[in-house]
């Protein structure tokens, strides 16, 4: 059935899927973890949370200090004879 419709109506509802699509792709961008880029801290209850700042912060920079230093360690020892 390549001309499949729906309802009879002699055209494709692609508006409907469409609206789909969208609603589906908010809410998958509301819900989902920011990885890279600005994010902000968790405000659900109104309330700043320091530590959850500085948490992530830190954590951010020892991931960059510990990629460096594995890119460093690779080539000085693998691609460096």
């Known amino acids: 059935m390549a001309g499949s419709t729906k309802h009879g109506s002699g ?5 409907q899927s469409a609206r789909n699509a969208r609603r589906d792709l908010a ?11 600005a994010s902000t801290p968790d405000t659900r209850d109104g309330e700043y949370d320091w530590a959850e700042v500085w948490g992530s912060r830190i954590g951010r920079t020892l991931g960059v200090l510990f990629a460096a230093y594995l890119v460093y360690y690779l080539i000085t020892h693998f691609f460096a004879r």
């Open 11 to 15: 055209r494709p509802d692609h508006e």
């Open 27 to 37: 809410r998958m961008d509301e819900q989902s973890e920011k990885i890279l880029g």
